[in-house]
């Protein structure tokens, strides 16, 4: 244990404050669920309907053939609620043990493009699966939501608290696209980000875990707060959903400059290099954006971890739910083992940076052919 | 350790053409907030938003982290190893979201994580709509670890049907019925509707859950010496005091600028009851609010 100088930490670090009483349990994923649209868009189809008909090739700078997107009776809490009970097929907890739900799409529309604040999404996916036990509440943090609220139920498993806890997001996003395809006009649109977005529902169970499995041994997170106005999204004004202005090249380059050293203090908490990382999962944005960060981690750090998960050929930037489609697509695949690090790095809006680090367990008898 | 109050602060929206947006109110409250207990903004470990409804119903980002980035709160660029940054969020849980960013802070200074923590509630009708049905308040709320066993002792949130009353609150589009030329063709417009059966639905809910929440403690509402509850809506303080017969003296009461303020509705009721003396004079204090749902957020606090 570090002195409690050594141990500040720039990012908000789980128990990170070094003057606790013993925090006595940990946390792990249980199990994942997934819930994509049949219906898919590819690139080519959007931008042969954008109206000003842009001369830009999109697949090639990004990477993005396709992405699933949302058919009329689909939304943000239909998503939502499908990925949790695909959750829950995939655990040994009935909905009834779940002690706190937590909803952390962006998105929350339900009964159509219909954005609902209030009552909030958490209370109507805990009727719709039977959570009645669970204390229920909406966390939005941009494309971080859905590790922020990991964050969160991390520190109340770990404080015994809770034993059993769900996040869960449904990301109805592909009215931006459409938006967006109305008004794009070049390449240095502030709404290019916005042709890049796909739909996608996940979840996640975290419970305590069981004695000798270290579960997730880093949870932090932090705001640069700086660049708070370089991604600004809400309702569209030229129909219905919403819209984004982003300044795409800004954040990649204040990330790729900012997350470096809070990339480093988590992997010297954990008494792990980047090369004893078997998969890291960064916010799924585009191919060349994840690619070019890995070769600038790899110059930066010297070593590379090794596998970079970019999955965004046939997803697009599914928001908020992007690690969790990777992780449950990789399962699904039979690509993890136990044993197998895994970082979670998440670049959003605001600007959050945030690391969750974990060991792969026998989550991944849940998955593939073999289940 | 638990938590405790540091600071509290509230503001309303002045009227004029100028008036203030949610965002605003936020950051005048947040400063205000540190500057009564004389902290800097980069103290500040963890920033949760609560309030709902702002300045063109923005959702992305977090309104946490624009505010965040206003009051100065370690805004970053560059991370200094061996010192600290803030994170920020929003919560959303209805008039009971408040409870639910303290229960979170508190959580996190039990274990270790944070040594200070804001609370921010504010809400504005997004243009100035006038069919808008809440003031446009903010409040502000630091915490820091509990000392001298002052601290909250105890969270809940409880769920109920909405059975006879709803309130529900959505943006939808709405197209224009003729098209004129150069003019949209339509907007996103933010409905706000309640029920005429909610606010007597929701004082039922708090009751009971009241009731049970005080039990578990082995108190019951004579035991509150002070009760800091929602204001919104309008009639909730008035039904929860005469349904747990509460005297009026052992009830925060807003200016009435403040009356009927939705998420920051816990936080002006407890800044009223700071100035009064009546929280200095508190030794059991109740948070009793109330959001869509039904939702009861509640919490105790004894000095």
Excluded at chain 1, 107 to 136: N, V, W
Excluded at chain 2, 18 to 31: H, I, N
Excluded at chain 2, 252 to 270: D, E, K, M, N, S
């Amino acid at each position: 244990m570090k002195d409690a100088h050594a141990a500040e930490h720039w990012m908000l670090v789980e128990g990170g404050r070094d003057h606790r009483p013993d925090v006595p349990y940990a946390s792990r994923f249980e199990s994942l669920g997934l819930q994509l649209p049949e219906r898919r868009l590819t690139t080519r189809e959007l931008l042969a309907s954008a109206t000003h008909h842009p001369r830009i090739d999109l697949e090639a700078l990004t990477g993005i053939r396709e992405r699933r997107v949302c058919s009329p009776g689909e939304d943000s809490f239909t998503l939502a609620v499908a990925a949790a009970r695909d959750c829950l097929a995939h655990s040994r907890h009935r909905p009834e043990d779940i002690e706190m739900l937590i909803s952390a799409s962006i998105s929350k529309y339900k009964g159509g493009l219909r954005h609902q604040f209030e009552p909030p999404l958490s209370l109507a996916i805990k009727r719709e699966i039977g959570a009645q036990a669970a204390t229920s509440f909406d966390l939005s943090n941009a494309c971080a939501g859905m590790l922020s609220s990991v964050f969160v139920l991390n520190d109340f498993i770990r404080r015994g608290v809770i034993r059993c806890g769900m996040v869960v997001s449904g990301e109805y996003i592909s009215s931006l696209d459409r938006n967006a395809a109305r008004q794009v006009r070049s390449i240095w649109s502030k709404q290019l980000a916005s042709l890049t977005l796909g739909d996608a529902g996940v979840a996640a169970i975290l419970e305590r875990a069981p004695d000798g499995n270290p579960g997730i041994t880093f949870a932090g997170f932090t705001t640069l707060a700086e660049h708070s106005r370089l991604c600004l999204g809400g309702p569209a004004k030229v129909g219905p959903g919403a819209a984004m202005f982003t300044k795409a090249r800004t954040i990649h380059r204040v990330a790729m400059e900012d997350s470096p050293p809070l990339l480093a203090d988590a992997l010297e908490e954990t008494g792990l290099s980047l090369a004893d990382i078997d998969y890291l999962i960064v916010h799924q944005t585009s191919e060349r954006a994840i690619h070019k960060g890995a070769r600038e981690f790899a110059a930066r750090f010297g070593v590379s971890p090794k596998h970079v998960v970019a999955n965004v050929a046939e997803r697009g930037n599914t928001a908020s739910t992007t690690h969790f489609v990777a992780l449950y697509e990789y399962l699904e695949a039979g690509r993890f083992k136990p044993g197998d690090e895994i970082l979670l790095l998440s670049l959003a809006s605001g600007l959050e940076v945030g690391v969750v680090i974990f060991r792969m367990d026998e989550l991944v008898d849940h998955y593939g052919h073999a289940h | 350790m638990g938590t405790r109050i540091e600071a509290v602060a509230t503001a309303h929206a002045r009227h004029g053409p100028f008036r203030q947006g949610a965002l605003k109110l936020a950051d005048e409250v947040a400063r205000a907030c540190l500057a009564r207990a004389h902290r800097a903004p980069g103290e500040i470990d963890l920033l949760v938003n609560a309030g709902i409804y702002r300045e063109d119903n923005l959702v992305e980002p977090a309104l946490a982290s624009m505010i965040q980035e206003d009051i100065g709160a370690n805004p970053g660029h560059p991370p200094r190893a061996g010192a600290h940054g803030t994170f920020s969020f929003d919560v959303a849980n209805g008039g009971c979201g408040v409870l639910t960013a303290l229960e979170l802070l508190d959580g996190f200074m039990r274990s270790g994580t944070i040594e200070t923590g804001l609370v921010v509630a504010s809400d504005s009708g997004p243009g100035g709509r006038k069919s808008f049905p809440f003031p446009a308040v903010g409040g502000a709320l630091l915490v820091r670890p509990a000392s001298d066993g002052e601290g909250f002792v105890d969270f809940v949130c409880e769920t109920f049907d909405e059975a006879d009353g709803v309130f529900e609150s959505a943006i939808s589009w709405h197209a224009r019925a003729r098209r004129l030329p150069l003019a949209r063709p339509g907007k996103n417009v933010l409905r706000v509707a309640q029920g005429e059966g909610y606010e007597r639905r929701v004082i039922a809910c708090a009751e009971e859950a009241t009731r049970r929440f005080l039990a578990r403690h082995g108190l019951d509402a004579g035991s509150v010496d002070l009760a800091i509850v929602s204001q919104s809506p309008l009639g909730f303080a008035d039904g929860l005091a005469t349904r747990l017969d509460l005297a009026p003296a052992r009830v925060a009461r807003v200016a009435a600028a403040l009356r009927g303020a939705h998420t920051a509705g816990p936080i002006a009721a407890l800044d009223a009851a700071i100035e009064s003396g009546q929280f200095a004079a508190a030794r059991t204090i109740l948070f009793a609010t109330v959001g869509a749902g039904v939702v009861v957020g509640l919490a105790l606090y004894r000095k």
